[in-house]
């Protein structure tokens, strides 16, 4: 019998993947901004000086990653792509793909995950076909208050899987083909002896139970266990729950072995970047934390200096002072009298100067390890600004200057296509086996779709237009429906409406002729 990854006597997450999650988790809080929860570099410098109190609220955190890892996406999505089946427009075929495209929001749903793999490093959509919404409330409250559930209409679906629930099954000898994919999470459920959760207004019981989607091709195991809590696992720097998995129970469901009529895995998996020695990708925050708790630091350091001097000491003859101590010039006084020796101030002669030049150079290295001009924000922070973006004004000079990040933002598409084509196809072959015995259903043939990206450059249609009419000797190099698809961004069905229009609108104006008239020579028929 097949070893399972989740089975009674195992471990919740599985070991080998805890490393994995902790690099999630440690990208999410770098991402939302939550730097004191991991760089404590700073803190444990100061801790044995009078400024360490001081230290802890005047921690800044500037949150760099969130700008760096939404831009991609925004240049991947800006514009949408538009979605081929190659069937032509009006087929079945390109209907349902431009339905199931339209449908899942599919662009949306792509700048969320690009965004989230930027911290992560990996991503996953499930397909599957059933019910879009929940109407689970509505039947807990139909016998109270005699309600009549809907029937939600059944659809090809897909949807992101959150990353830290998914765990792939490697084929024997391979590192990168799953032969399984199991969607696991622990599920807590409110009753008496559980674990006690106190929250605002009450209290509850909470007991842990492992739910477990097994996919294999062909089909979906259901699965639920018994937990025990068994503690913390802090190795790699934040905490992630372990959980001890018990017996195997009922887990309600109508079957617990659902088929699928597909032999593709039903959940597709995008990483950042990746590498041909392991599936896992590569996130845009785990080379840069260092740099990035320098940054933090020095801002610190900063913000100290400023901090310490912005109250000054000062000195001078007795009886300046006000009733209380103060002096209206502010800070501590000190008084003197003539003879006295002078206080005198221990003073750092170095300057913020060096601070700001050191905080210059760890910003230019994030730019640079993150492959993106600064420019591109519309704003420069780092003394080599490596100019504002705007001295170029054809085409290919700007696309030159945005080079790195266009470079960047390929290497990403290539990942989201092919991972977004499995899913529609995947989509596609769900819905026909779903409905093979379903009246009124309209068989089609599953297609592997071809997807039109734009680089989120804007090009100067002008000068496209007279580059194709110089190579061409003046011919046209696009229909009237391909032209609208592409200044337009929209799908065929839309395209062809507008075509109907522009149609509808001449013949209003100008009127229609029998095409056998221009045929005729001049001075009528012979």
Sequence with gaps: MATKLFETGAVYPPPSHIPRLACYKRGKTIFDGRHPEIYDRASSLLKDTPHAEQLK???????????LLTKPADLLTGEPPTYES??????????????????NDLTLMVHEMVIGAGYRGDSFIKVRYGARADVSETEALAAEYGLTPPTPELEPIIESVRADIVFPELSTGSRKNFKAINIAWVDWVEEPGGKVIRWL??????????????????????????????????????????????????????EDVEATGTDRLPVHHIPYKSVDDRWEGINGVEKLESVLSAINERLV??????????????????????????????????????????PGYMTWEGQLTSAFTELDVLLGLVYQMSETPQWLFGTTLASDKGGTGTSHTDS???????????AKVNRIRAHVDRALRDAIWTAM??????????????????????????????????????????????KPTASVHDAIKTLDGVDDAIAAETIARIDADEERTLGTVESTVFNEPAGGAA
Excluded: C
């Design 86 to 103: 190659g069937t032509g427009a009006g087929t079945r075929e390109q209907e349902r793909l431009d339905s199931i495209v339209e449908e």
């Design 57 to 67: 609220t005047l921690f800044i955190a500037v949150n760099l990653m969130d700008i």
């Design 301 to 342: 350091q900063i913000d100290l200096i400023l901090w310490k001097h912005s109250d000054p000491w000062m000195y001078g003859p007795a009886g300046t002072t006000e009733e209380g101590g103060e002096v209206r010039g502010g800070g501590r006084y000190i008084e003197i009298e003539n003879g006295d020796v002078t």
């Design 429 to 474: 072959q769900l819905e026909n086996y779903a409905n093979k015995d379903v009246a009124g259903f309209v068989k089609y043939d599953p297609v592997y779709p071809r997807i039109n990206w734009r680089d989120g450059v804007p090009i100067d249609e002008k000068e496209a237009a007279e580059v194709a009419q110089i190579r061409t000797g003046g």
């Design 396 to 406: 290919g000079a700007i696309k030159a200057r945005f080079m790195p990040i266009l």
């Design 201 to 254: 207004g009450g209290e509850a019981a909470l007991v842990p139970y492992l739910v477990v989607e097994r996919h294999i091709p062909g089909y979906i195991v259901h699965e639920r266990y018994k937990l025990t809590e068994a503690g913390v696992n802090n190795e790699w720097g934040v905490p992630i729950s372990t959980y001890l998995i018990g017996d195997k129970i009922a887990t309600g469901l109508f």
